[in-house]
């Protein structure tokens, strides 16, 4: 099952930040917090990921709490081509190698509107 | 750089054959994971070859297989294929080894058995 929970919809305004929530309350030490996206008939496009503090990259940022049980995805100015699931994953990093094995959840359908 | 190759994009199969999927990584990773897609389960974790050697495999029945070549390259085999293995098949690539580096996917093949 996974380890993450997140609400299974969300619009978004044009040009306005988009802000995705996700829940992990019960996260290890040694997992990072990735996020990726899905665009229809496409494969999942990393977006960010990070471990305990705050990341930001091209694409978005990545906010994680002091307690690492929850986390937000942002988007600072969505458009129309945005609109994807977007899933938020926990996946195990050791000093032998992360595991490949993501478990996917449900993710979040974030529609952009125009 | 090129992003994960997999082909070919679509393939229709009937109950009984088998198929052989292929997939190029992204060049200098030698990590390559296997992933299905059904509307119904999700995306879901088949295997993952590092170095030609199977790392990991979830839970799939033993009709599945797959191997990894010397150039890093694989392929995914699925013999005597049933209606319930339509699905979009995803592979995705990584640097491997000791690194904790973001696995890309490619644009998955759709398999339709019929």
């Known amino acids: 099952d996974a380890k993450t929970t997140q609400p299974p919809s969300m619009d978004c305004a044009e040009g306005r930040a988009a802000n995705l929530p996700c829940n992990h309350s019960?996260?290890?030490?040694?997992?990072?917090v990735y996020w990726y996206r899905q665009i229809h008939s496409q494969g999942p496009q990393y977006i960010i990921h990070g471990l305990k503090n705050n990341e930001t990259n091209e694409m978005a940022s990545l906010i994680i709490t002091e307690d690492r049980k929850s986390s937000t995805l942002i988007l600072p100015h969505a458009t129309l081509r945005d609109t994807a699931v977007y899933y938020c994953i926990v996946r195990v990093a050791t000093y032998g190698g992360a595991t490949n094995k993501l478990i996917f959840g449900t993710g979040t359908l974030l529609a952009v509107q125009p | 750089k090129a992003g994960v190759t997999q082909t070919p994009r679509y393939l229709i199969k009937t109950r009984g054959q088998q198929v052989t999927l292929s997939c190029s990584p992204i060049s200098g990773h030698r990590s390559v994971s296997w992933y299905q897609q059904t509307p119904g389960q999700g995306l879901q974790f088949l295997f993952e070859y590092f170095s030609e050697t199977q790392r990991n495999k979830g839970n799939f029945p033993g009709r599945f297989s797959g191997r990894q070549f010397s150039n890093s390259r694989s392929e995914m085999n699925v013999s005597t294929l049933e209606l319930g293995d339509s699905a979009l098949y995803l592979c995705?690539?990584?640097?491997?080894?000791?690194?904790?580096?973001?696995?890309?996917f490619g644009n998955g093949t759709r398999l339709t058995v019929t």
């Open positions: 019960t996260i290890s030490g040694n997992e990072y």
């Open positions: 995705a690539s990584s640097l491997g080894g000791a690194t904790n580096s973001p696995l890309h």
